[in-house]
């Protein structure tokens, strides 16, 4: 079992920063997530982190503005994102891979997920 523990999100005008944290427990797994919900929508991939090597992905609509990294010392993975629009508000949700595989932008991949924080960007 795993279990995630988000943290870091809140109300923040547009243009502004917020940088999320994912806290990981339990067993080890290969990747993480981030991924989003808005009301009404489906949920979206926003980034990927591998483990052991550090390989990312991004999303094209946040490359260049948000950054995910990792502290494998405090098995935790953060998300930051800067120049924030009204448009990335949504409920914000990591997630563990738990197997290697390349569809790291796949919700379907991912095993297990945290409780989600909300992200709020005003206009």
């Known amino acids: 079992q795993v279990q995630l523990v988000e943290s870091g999100g809140g109300l923040v005008q547009a243009g502004g920063s917020l940088r999320l944290s994912c806290a990981a427990s339990?067993?080890?797994?290969?990747?993480m997530g981030w991924f989003r919900q808005s009301p009404g929508k489906e949920r979206e991939f926003v980034a990927a982190?591998?483990?052991?090597?550090?390989?990312?992905v991004y999303a094209s609509s946040v490359k260049g503005r948000f950054t995910i990294s990792r502290d494998n010392a405090k098995n935790t993975v953060y998300l930051q994102m800067n120049s924030l629009k009204p448009e990335d508000t949504a409920v914000y949700y990591c997630?563990?891979?738990?197997?290697?595989?390349?569809?790291?932008?796949?919700?379907?991949?991912?095993?297990?997920w945290g409780q989600g924080t909300q992200v709020t960007v005003s206009s």
């Open positions: 982190i591998v483990w052991s090597s550090g390989g990312i």
């Open positions: 997630a563990a891979k738990s197997n290697y595989g390349v569809a790291l932008a796949l919700v379907q991949r991912y095993d297990y």
């Open positions: 339990g067993r080890s797994n290969y990747a």
